[in-house]
Every structure is written in structure tokens, then in C-alpha cells.
């Protein structure tokens, strides 16, 4: 087949399809074959004396889908009093997830400056530079640090300081946030384009000054979009942190879990699925508005 450019001098484009190599198709052959045996193999092993494709299983999960839905006992399943709970959870649960977005997100802005070495690091040699390179370094690894240890265990290490609430729950999963908003926001402000920096630094510009004027203008709608991205996970976030913090829908949905009430555990999984479908939204909405 070919093409010719228009516009242009007329030059013949050569395309030539080719098939797949004899090894790529005993590759692919391969990985199907042992995909397949892996299930196969899965299914087959008794697991308390049940295989995992048997008549037993397939009851017993239709026993469980039927707890978790209502369907057993739809009256009570849509109680107003129930919902009405849920309702009062569902607030806790968005008021931790907004409260931990807020400090991530402000503490972050703070920090993105002492993190970008084309903002701290401006001395061309001498102890003001080692100075500059040694903050850049320990914001860099207060990152690291934060953002690699996990949520649930923030949540265990903050409630030995703080009772167990709202705000345990928020300060556990802002710490670990810090270092992941940090992150792309530094290596953010490390690629914008060079050359507006330079021209305000030429005028006499100091580091900061540079940061709020040259710097900042270009990745504003980023900044905008990780925040609103972390407050969606951080959304999810709240099911597991709920657990240890004993606040909101996460801490409710430990305990049905731990007295096998199956129907509640389906109502709290219907009201996140709602509330993760609002997040999504405003997100959408929110992205939309910074383009």
C-alpha cells in the first residue's frame, strides 16, 4: 500500500504488514496454556473440602450475594432509619476526606518549593550552596518517607497521640498525602519551561519570588488536578483508615463485618459507591473548570 504526502514533494511511503515471529506466537501460546492451567488448577484444590467450582460453592455465593443485597429481606434492607445512620456516617466519612485533603494539600504547597532544584538550589558554589542542596535533599526524603509508609499504618501511629475520631483518621492519611502531592508537584515545577525563570531572575528576583511569579502561573491546573485526584482516593482511603480511626462508614463497616451482618455491609458498600460516583463528579466538573 501507499501513500502520498500532500503539500509536499511527492514521496512514496512503503508499508509492508509482517507477520508475528515464531517465537511471539509460542510466547503468546505459552501464556494462554499456563493462564488457563493456573484457574484450572485453582478450581480443582479443595478448600475446606469444597473446590472453588462445585454446587456447594455456587450456593453458598448466592447465599452471600443475597445477604449483602436485600434480598433475603428487603423490607429491613430499606429502612429510612438505616439509611438515615448512613447518612450521618457518610458526613464523618467526607468531612475526613476533605479535612485531609486541605492539610496534604497545604502542607505540600509549602513544601514544593525547598523540593524543585531549579527554585532552592540558585548559589553557584560555596556554603549557600551545600545549604541549598542539603534542604533540597530533606524535603525530597520527607516525601519519600511519607508517602511510603501507609495509610492504616499512619493511623495506628497517630492514634497513640490523638483519640481515635475525625481527626486521627485525617491527619493519617494528610501525612502520607504530603508526600505524594509533594512529589508530582516538585517534579512538576522542575520541567516548566526555563526561560521565564531565567528573564525574573535576571531583574533581581529572590528564589520565592520566582516560585509565586515565574513558576507558579504554569502549573497551577496541575496542582489543581493532583489535589483533586488525591481527594478522590483519599475517599477510598477512608474505608480502610475507618477501621483503626474508629470514625465513619470505615469503622461501621468493621464492625458488621465482624458480626457477619452481611445486609449492613451491603448498605455501606451501596452509600460508597455513591459517594464515589458525587467525588467523581465534582472532579470532573472541577477539571473541566481549569482547562
Not at 457518610?90 to 518549593?113: H, K, R
Amino acid at each position: 500500500m501507499t501513500v502520498e504526502s500532500q503539500g509536499r514533494s511527492n514521496r512514496t511511503w512503503a508499508f509492508s504488514p509482517h507477520l508475528p515471529s515464531a517465537a511471539a506466537v509460542l510466547i503468546v501460546t505459552m501464556a494462554a496454556v499456563l493462564i488457563v492451567s493456573s484457574w484450572l488448577y485453582l478450581a480443582s484444590i479443595p478448600n475446606n473440602g469444597r473446590s472453588l467450582i462445585s454446587s456447594d460453592s455456587l450456593a453458598r455465593s448466592a447465599e452471600f450475594v443475597g445477604d449483602l443485597t436485600g434480598s433475603h429481606s428487603s423490607s429491613s434492607f430499606w429502612r429510612h432509619d438505616n439509611w438515615f445512620d448512613l447518612a450521618k456516617l457518610a458526613g464523618d466519612t467526607l468531612a475526613m476526606s476533605v479535612l485531609a485533603a486541605f492539610i496534604a494539600g497545604i502542607a505540600a504547597f509549602v513544601l514544593i518549593p525547598f523540593a524543585a532544584s531549579n527554585v532552592v538550589i540558585v548559589s553557584a558554589r560555596g556554603p549557600r550552596r551545600l545549604f541549598q542542596e542539603a534542604m533540597y535533599g530533606l524535603t525530597r526524603a520527607l516525601f519519600i518517607a511519607t508517602r511510603s509508609v501507609p495509610e492504616l499504618l499512619w493511623a495506628l501511629i497517630v492514634i497513640f497521640v490523638f483519640t481515635p475520631g475525625i481527626l486521627a483518621g485525617a491527619l493519617a492519611m494528610a501525612v502520607h498525602n504530603i508526600g505524594v502531592i509533594g512529589r508530582l508537584g516538585a517534579d512538576t515545577v522542575e520541567d516548566v519551561e526555563a526561560r521565564p525563570i531565567q528573564a525574573i531572575r535576571s531583574a533581581g528576583a529572590g528564589p520565592f519570588q520566582t516560585y509565586l511569579i515565574g513558576i507558579l502561573p504554569q502549573i497551577t491546573r496541575q496542582l489543581l488536578t493532583f489535589q483533586i485526584y488525591r481527594w478522590e482516593v483519599i475517599i477510598r482511603t477512608t474505608a480502610v483508615v475507618g477501621f483503626v480511626a474508629a470514625s465513619g462508614l470505615g469503622y461501621q463497616l468493621r464492625l458488621d463485618l465482624s458480626f457477619f451482618r452481611y445486609k449492613e455491609v451491603g448498605q455501606l458498600l451501596l452509600v460508597y459507591i455513591l459517594i464515589v460516583w458525587g467525588v467523581d463528579a465534582i472532579s470532573a466538573l472541577a477539571r473541566r473548570s481549569v482547562r
